[in-house]
């Protein structure tokens, strides 16, 4: 298209319609940003309050009561990998762990599986380095 053809008034209101064309494309993209915004701020709305909940039925979890037998087997599996373990039932709901050379890292891993799947929790640790990362313990453990 040549536009040394079209007078001045013509060039003005061709470049005055392509603006206008422009910002209603604008206009339009916006308003279609926003919904989708709108939306997605409604989604997260819903996802905290889903979220919340769950923290608030997490700390309510009902955990079985276990005997000490079963309590000891779950600990057993737990600290299978520990080398030189020694597991035996105290008293009644009291559990002991001895185990030489065990990994810091995977203690700490076992605690948090025990505490979080079965509600079974140490009460005493006596815990020795014995060199990079690795450790001697003796553990007390309570149960539901």
């Given at each position: 298209?040549?536009?040394?053809?079209?007078?001045?008034?013509?060039?003005?209101?061709?470049?005055?319609?392509?603006?206008?064309?422009?910002?209603l494309?604008?206009v339009?993209?916006?308003?279609?940003?926003?919904?989708?915004?709108?939306?997605l701020?409604?989604?997260?709305?819903?996802?905290k309050?889903?979220?919340?909940?769950?923290?608030?039925?997490?700390?309510?979890?009902?955990?079985?009561?276990?005997?000490?037998a079963k309590?000891?087997?779950?600990?057993?599996?737990?600290?299978?990998?520990?080398?030189?373990?020694?597991?035996?039932?105290?008293?009644?709901?009291?559990?002991?762990?001895?185990?030489?050379?065990?990994r810091?890292?995977?203690?700490?891993?076992?605690?948090?599986?025990?505490?979080?799947?079965?509600?079974?929790?140490?009460?005493?640790?006596?815990?020795?380095?014995?060199g990079?990362?690795?450790?001697?313990?003796?553990?007390?453990?309570?149960?539901?």
């Amino acid at each position: 298209m040549n536009f040394s053809y079209f007078s001045d008034k013509q060039k003005a209101l061709i470049l005055l319609f392509g603006l206008v064309i422009l910002l209603l494309i604008f206009v339009l993209s916006m308003v279609s940003l926003s919904d989708k915004g709108s939306v997605l701020k409604a989604q997260l709305e819903q996802e905290k309050v889903i979220y919340s909940s769950l923290l608030k039925l997490q700390s309510k979890v009902f955990y079985l009561k276990l005997s000490s037998a079963k309590s000891k087997s779950i600990i057993q599996a737990t600290y299978r990998k520990a080398k030189n373990k020694n597991i035996h039932i105290q008293s009644n709901n009291r559990i002991v762990l001895s185990s030489s050379s065990i990994r810091f890292f995977n203690l700490l891993n076992g605690l948090n599986t025990l505490k979080n799947k079965h509600n079974i929790v140490a009460v005493d640790a006596d815990i020795k380095s014995v060199g990079d990362g690795v450790v001697d313990v003796k553990m007390t453990f309570v149960h539901p």
